[in-house]
Every structure is written in structure tokens, then in C-alpha cells.
């Protein structure tokens, strides 16, 4: 196959790939993608979920979420987002280690734990990635307190807002939020 290499800036000449399907990173239960621009700018990340126990638990703790998709193959999630449900992931992993001790099932006993296993790798990710943000936010949410960068960690998706209208305290107004995001320029 002939196929553009990003490093030589040219064609390159590669064998092909018996099963295009087969991806390296499959083993995983989890991979972190950060996306670059051509300028090695930092663009976003993205977290893609491969275990499929991973993808059930998720399903489980963020239900109500309208702007995850967990139906693809590999979902790509906001690492942002998953930080907003860091603390519901970890009562869903405590939940899943009393079940597995409870549950009566060699199955579903297997099945608890194999969840709980791997939500405990994604929270320790988030623990660690987050360390700053968590350093930074709590301190200012504890003095009642934000800062413009943080604006997004104070909203989960399907929290009303509530605010005056451009200053005027008496026309209050009300709207759910959705997705919230930094956006700069």
C-alpha cells in the first residue's frame, strides 16, 4: 500500500494489512488521545474507551448524559466529562465490589468484579491527570468562588442554571445546560 507518512512528508511504500479490523491498541481497556495541530499546538483530548465492561459500567453511571454516545464500537469520550462523574464512578465501583461479594451467581460475581477492576484504572487515570485541576478547583469551590478556565467543572450535563438577565434581578432566567467547554483562541 502506498500511504502518506507524516514524518518524511511523503509516500511510503508498506505491506498490506491482512485484517484492517486489528488494532494494536485493543488490548487495552482504555486509550488517551491528545490531538495536535500541524504546529504541535495542543488541540483536545479524547478518551477511548475499548473494555466492554468499561462501556456497561459507564452506561450505568452516566445514563442521563445526552451528549455521550456509549452505543459505538469505540466511544471517544471528553476526559472532562469523565471527570465530572469521578465521583459517581467511584460509589458505582464500591457498588460493583459489595455485589461481587454478595451476589450469588459465579457469573455475575465475575462479571462485578471484571467492571470494578477496570473502573478502578480509569478513576486512578483521572485521579492522576486531574491532580492540578483538583488542586486549583476545590480550594476555590470551598471559598464559593471560579474561575473563568474551571467555569466548565461546575456543570454536569442536565444541571438548571440559574441567573439574573444581563444584571436586571428582577427578569431571573432558568436553562439547562447540555455540554460545557473552554474554548480559547
Not at 23 to 33: A, G, K
Not at 101 to 119: D, G, I, T
Request: charged share 35%.
Amino acid at each position: 500500500d502506498q500511504l502518506w507518512d507524516q514524518s518524511i512528508h511523503n509516500y511510503k511504500l508498506t505491506e498490506t494489512v491482512d485484517d484492517p479490523d486489528v488494532d494494536e491498541f485493543d488490548q487495552y481497556i482504555f486509550t488517551v488521545r491528545r490531538k495536535f495541530d500541524w504546529e504541535h499546538k495542543y488541540q483536545e483530548t479524547l478518551v477511548d474507551i475499548r473494555s466492554k465492561p468499561l462501556k456497561e459500567a459507564l452506561k450505568h453511571v452516566m445514563a442521563e448524559v445526552k451528549g455521550v454516545s456509549l452505543v459505538q464500537e469505540t466511544p471517544h469520550i471528553d476526559p472532562n466529562m469523565l471527570f465530572l462523574y469521578l465521583e459517581e464512578t467511584r460509589a458505582y465501583m464500591k457498588e460493583l465490589k459489595d455485589a461481587r461479594k454478595s451476589e450469588k451467581k459465579k457469573k455475575a460475581r465475575k462479571a462485578a468484579a471484571h467492571k470494578a477492576a477496570h473502573l478502578k484504572v480509569l478513576v486512578k487515570y483521572l485521579d492522576k491527570d486531574y491532580a492540578e485541576t483538583k488542586k486549583t478547583l476545590y480550594p476555590l469551590l470551598e471559598s464559593k468562588m471560579i474561575t473563568f478556565d474551571l467555569l466548565w467543572a461546575l456543570f454536569k450535563p442536565n444541571t438548571v442554571a440559574y441567573c439574573a438577565t444581563y444584571g436586571d434581578h428582577d427578569q431571573p432566567r432558568a436553562f439547562k445546560i447540555d455540554y460545557a467547554t473552554k474554548d480559547s483562541h
